[in-house]
């Protein structure tokens, strides 16, 4: 039995809710090219937070885009080889989940996923 720290969490600090986009399969366009197939949105619940300044620059990522932070109770799909990783929406903006950084969701039933903003 897990005792999942991030519903515990989530007891103390507000929740919110984003669209969650599962990534299917990948099919060839009209014009030949390999484009990316997600499910129809769904709502997951977690804690989405902003990604610091500081840790933008330990991970070497480009300081020009947006990167963001959702902890969830669900499994969710990073990019993989073969794979575009699932998206979110938030607020109006996508976002592509780039890496599991935190990944407990074995351990302790949570998760937490790093995303880049795609577009508004």
């Known amino acids: 039995m897990f005792n999942n720290l991030l519903n515990t969490a989530l007891r103390a600090i507000p929740k919110q809710s984003?669209?969650?986009?599962?990534f299917m399969s990948r099919e060839t366009n009209e014009a030949g090219r390999d484009v990316s197939?997600?499910?129809d949105a769904i709502t997951l619940t977690g804690s989405f937070q902003a990604v610091s300044w500081d840790r933008i620059q330990f991970l070497g990522l480009d300081s020009?885009?947006?990167?963001?932070?959702?902890?969830?109770?669900?499994?969710l799909l990073n990019i993989e080889r073969d794979t575009s990783g699932d998206q979110i929406g938030f607020q109006g903006k996508r976002y592509q989940i780039i890496?599991?950084?935190n990944d407990w969701v074995?351990?302790?039933?949570w998760n937490g996923v790093l995303c880049v903003k795609i577009y508004d």
């Not at 984003?18 to 599962?22: E, N, R």
């Not at 020009?64 to 499994?75: I, L």
């Open 64 to 75: 020009e885009k947006e990167y963001v932070a959702f902890y969830t109770s669900n499994d």
């Open 99 to 101: 890496g599991k950084p």
């Open 106 to 109: 074995r351990q302790d039933g």
């Open 37 to 39: 197939v997600y499910a």
């Open 18 to 22: 984003v669209d969650y986009y599962q």
